[in-house]
């Protein structure tokens, strides 16, 4: 399974980080989340939840001069008995997606919430998904096939309404 | 015993000196009080109490108090609300105003209830609040500019980009009494001139930075309680159309009602709304939504202007007061130019209601020969001028030419222009927002008695009275008015929008759970609502104070003099009769005396 952000649907509202500090470290605090929404404005115009790919090569971890991250079913952990807090993971992240609170001693780091992300549930505007990773650019292939320049159409009425169906075939000439 | 809800802690800054202190919230004030615009109350009343000497609202003696709620930051929904409170430069009296984003979360992360500024900063300064440490940095080097880059400059200055800002413009650098305090682009407490108290003590911005847990007593309870109330606002039949258009939908509605203010408030139905509405902007010019902290609503709409003239104008707006007050009332339909005039607003931070307010006043003035064009600079501003408008905008907030009056708000312009004040719209010299009452005398009355001036988020009645209030008797409508201004301030005294229960249909008992959750202490919907009828009573009681009567107490002249010229609303007027008895009705039903004064004191 993989968390997707979808930075074009994010209204920078931060119930996902509200939903992490709670749920994960029993406390309403949006600094102790895991998830952080970049929101940046007027030039370039965005809002972006930032938070862990779980990536396959973890760069966090190749920077852990203790090897205290690790990577098991798919999700990246800190082990807290090897960590010696030398916040090397949070740099050595090209995403800057891990983050540091000065009550904690270790780096607050995404885990999936073990399979179930309550950000992901809490999401009002459908920013942030959980996918099998099948369904990775799922969104662009669909758009890619519907948009296909050289479909053929018919026209038709449903009822009233004028309606034309589109559909790639190519054109059969008679005589073949 | 309060148990959670709050840091007890007030941050006490006097400008003057430099000095900051961290003074105790005492417990009593937080349980009669409970936060925001009620702790504001509570102060600017002992300040005026205190005061021998009539307050200048402009003067270093002036306070401003800068308050969240104790829901303010939580996980429940729109929980990201903050007041302003102070004495109004606008007005003369009490004043509040109050802004969504997340600058008041960030505050009570910084670990305060509330933040007094007292005085004057010896050169234009910022305030930066970072958890514990209080500094008030020199900031020469932003003077005229806009909110937006005044939060880059900040940002510079503190070395911190995480800083959450809330900046003024130019117009409140040159104390122009409608002027707004801006934060997250284009989030503003906008009316009665905070702006222009942050200018006349020299303060271009607060910023602030937080990382404390906000105090919960049981956060188990509340999570049950909120994930409820997300689900129930989600469930609304109407929550995507109001995610996609926000407050941008009341374009169609007002005008459908017959209460869009159009042409300086003297129509209400504007012939070329369906250029302005909430389905052009989602067409044309909508690029994303945005919303308040922990809000799931996202009324916010970002919008960019793609091709002609104003090509290149991107904001978060305009909401529906914006569109109305420097569209429709303008005379003015190019929803392109209503975006850029809304951005203009914003960069030099000046309220669009009021600015809408007052430009329409001038445009009907010059119309009607009772003002000319030499009383302009020489200019004459026809219905729908946009480089006009916007070049008024521009003037107001720098104070050049006639901007230098306009400035000065309602009370400033009928001063030199008596001739005016059946033209334009206010009371107690603050300009009326963008619903007309002339078809209903509640809304009228709401405007008429609201503490600030006439503004609508006192009593947003209208609505009820067109739709259901065929039958009812003027006590029936008083009754709708009180019952508005008791139940609203609690909205802003817990530090919550009050969006998905006018909106949405989001019950108020969802906030007394909220409350005994966060607090530990089970009160009833009555006891709360009589703290927030006693912050009515006080604000009163402060105005009373200040000279205040009932004298005060009428709408816009408009309402009475003019009849509705046409639209589903067509003939209404106001009667002065019905409006004075309905006057006696309120009185006595709020247990004021007949001349408005209510039985405490500050």
Request: include cysteine; charged fraction near 25%; charge should be negative.
């Given at each position: 399974m993989h968390l997707t952000v979808i930075p074009e649907r994010c209204s920078g509202c931060r119930v996902c980080e509200l939903a992490c500090s709670v749920g994960r470290m029993?406390?309403?605090?949006?600094?102790?989340?895991?998830?952080?929404?970049?929101?940046?404005?007027?030039?370039?115009?965005?809002?972006?939840?930032?938070?862990?790919?779980?990536?396959?090569?973890?760069?966090?971890?190749?920077?852990?001069?203790?090897?205290?991250?690790?990577?098991?079913?798919?999700?990246?952990?800190?082990?807290?008995?090897?960590?010696?807090?030398?916040?090397?993971?949070?740099?050595?992240?090209?995403?800057?997606?891990?983050?540091?609170?000065?009550?904690?001693e270790y780096p607050l780091k995404c885990d999936l919430c073990d399979g179930e992300p309550l950000c992901v549930e809490a999401c009002p505007k459908e920013a942030l998904k959980f996918h099998p990773k099948h369904i990775l650019g799922q969104a662009h292939r669909l758009s890619a096939a519907r948009n296909y320049a050289r479909m053929s159409k018919v026209e038709y009425m449903d009822g009233e309404q004028k309606k034309i169906l589109r559909y790639a075939r190519e054109k059969v000439q008679k005589d073949d | 015993m309060i148990k959670g809800g709050y840091?007890?802690?007030?941050?006490?800054?006097?400008?003057?000196?430099?000095?900051?202190?961290?003074?105790?919230?005492?417990?009593?004030?937080?349980?009669?009080?409970?936060?925001?615009?009620?702790?504001?109350?509570?102060?600017?009343?002992?300040?005026?109490?205190?005061?021998?000497?009539?307050?200048?609202?402009?003067?270093?003696?002036?306070?401003?108090?800068?308050?969240?709620?104790?829901?303010?930051?939580?996980?429940?929904?729109?929980?990201?609300?903050?007041?302003?409170?102070?004495?109004?430069?606008?007005?003369?009296?009490?004043?509040?105003?109050?802004?969504?984003?997340v600058f008041g979360v960030e505050l009570r992360q910084a670990g305060y209830d509330a933040v007094i500024i007292r005085g004057?900063?010896?050169?234009?300064?910022?305030?930066?609040?970072?958890?514990?440490?209080?500094?008030?940095?020199?900031?020469?080097?932003?003077?005229?500019?806009?909110?937006?880059?005044?939060?880059?400059?900040?940002?510079?200055?503190?070395?911190?980009?995480?800083?959450?800002?809330?900046?003024?413009?130019?117009a409140g650098e040159n104390c122009a009494v409608f002027s707004c305090v801006n934060t997250d682009w284009s989030r503003n407490a906008g009316r009665i001139g905070i702006g222009a108290v942050m200018g006349s003590k020299n303060l271009k911005a607060v910023a602030v930075r937080g990382s404390k847990d906000l105090p919960v007593h049981d956060l188990d309870a509340l999570m049950d309680v909120s994930r409820e109330g997300y689900e129930h606002i989600a469930s609304h039949e109407l929550f995507s159309f109001w995610q996609d258009q926000g407050l941008m939908s009341v374009v169609d509605y007002a005008n459908t009602m017959g209460i869009l203010p159009t042409y300086n408030f003297q129509q209400t139905v504007f012939e070329r709304a369906d250029k302005m509405n909430g389905y052009i902007m989602e067409d044309r010019y909508k690029i994303g939504d945005s919303a308040c902290f922990g809000c799931s609503m996202s009324c916010g709409n970002i919008c960019l202007v793609k091709e002609g003239k104003y090509r290149g104008t991107v904001t978060e707006g305009p909401e529906y007061e914006s569109a109305a007050m420097l569209g429709s009332n303008l005379g003015a339909s190019n929803f392109a130019y209503i975006l850029k005039a809304n951005a203009l607003c914003d960069e030099v931070g000046l309220d669009t209601i009021s600015s809408g307010g007052i430009i329409g006043a001038l445009m009907e003035g010059q119309e009607k020969g009772v003002i000319s064009a030499d009383d302009l600079d020489g200019?004459?501003?026809?219905?729908?001028?946009?480089?006009?408008?916007?070049?008024?905008?521009?003037?107001?907030?720098?104070?050049?030419?006639?901007?230098?009056?306009?400035?000065?708000?309602?009370?400033?312009?009928?001063a030199r222009w008596p001739q005016l004040t059946g033209i334009l719209c206010q009371v107690k010299g603050l300009e009326q927002s963008a619903y007309d009452s002339r078809a209903a005398i509640s809304m009228a009355l709401g405007y008429g008695t609201s503490d600030i001036g006439a503004h609508h988020t006192r009593a947003w009645t209208v609505a009820r009275e067109l739709e259901n209030g065929e039958n009812w008797s003027l006590q029936d409508k008083a009754d709708l008015v009180i019952y508005h201004q008791n139940v609203r301030p609690l909205f802003d005294m817990f530090g919550v929008c009050r969006l998905p229960w006018i909106e949405l249909g989001f019950p108020e008992d969802y906030y007394r759970r909220f409350y005994a959750a966060v607090t530990g202490v089970e009160r009833t919907?009555?006891?709360?609502?009589?703290?927030?009828?006693?912050?009515?009573?006080?604000?009163?009681?402060?105005?009373?104070?200040?000279?205040?009567?009932?004298?005060?107490?009428?709408?816009?002249?408009?309402?009475?003099?003019?009849?509705?010229?046409?639209?589903?609303?067509?003939?209404?007027?106001?009667?002065?009769?019905?409006y004075e008895k309905i006057l006696d009705i309120y009185y006595e039903k709020r247990g004021w005396s007949a001349e408005g004064e209510p039985p405490i004191s500050l």
């Open positions: 029993g406390v309403n605090n949006p600094k102790k989340s895991c998830v952080r929404v970049m929101v940046l404005y007027p030039h370039p115009v965005i809002r972006m939840p930032i938070i862990c790919k779980q990536c396959g090569i973890p760069k966090c971890g190749e920077g852990c001069p203790t090897n205290a991250i690790f990577r098991e079913n798919g999700i990246v952990r800190i082990n807290e008995e090897k960590c010696i807090s030398c916040n090397q993971c949070i740099t050595s992240c090209p995403f800057g997606a891990m983050f540091l609170h000065e009550d904690l | 840091f007890f802690s007030i941050l006490d800054v006097d400008l003057t000196s430099g000095e900051s202190n961290v003074v105790p919230l005492d417990e009593k004030v937080a349980y009669d009080y409970i936060g925001g615009r009620g702790f504001g109350a509570r102060f600017v009343a002992d300040l005026v109490k205190n005061s021998r000497k009539r307050i200048d609202p402009l003067g270093p003696e002036n306070i401003l108090v800068i308050a969240p709620g104790p829901l303010s930051g939580l996980y429940i929904p729109a929980a990201g609300k903050n007041s302003f409170v102070t004495l109004s430069p606008a007005t003369g009296i009490y004043g509040d105003s109050s802004m969504g984003g004057r900063a010896p050169e234009l300064s910022a305030l930066a609040i970072d958890d514990g440490r209080i500094n008030i940095i020199p900031l020469p080097e932003a003077r005229g500019k806009t909110t937006l880059e005044t939060e880059q400059i900040v940002r510079q200055a503190t070395g911190d980009e995480d800083m959450k800002i809330a900046s003024i413009g130019v200019k004459t501003l026809n219905w729908g001028d946009e480089d006009g408008i916007l070049e008024i905008i521009s003037k107001i907030a720098n104070r050049e030419g006639v901007g230098d009056t306009l400035a000065g708000g309602s009370r400033a312009i009928l919907m009555e006891d709360l609502l009589a703290c927030s009828s006693h912050i009515y009573d006080l604000t009163r009681s402060i105005n009373v104070n200040l000279g205040i009567s009932r004298k005060d107490d009428y709408p816009p002249a408009r309402t009475f003099e003019d009849p509705v010229p046409s639209g589903p609303t067509k003939g209404s007027v106001v009667s002065r009769e019905e």
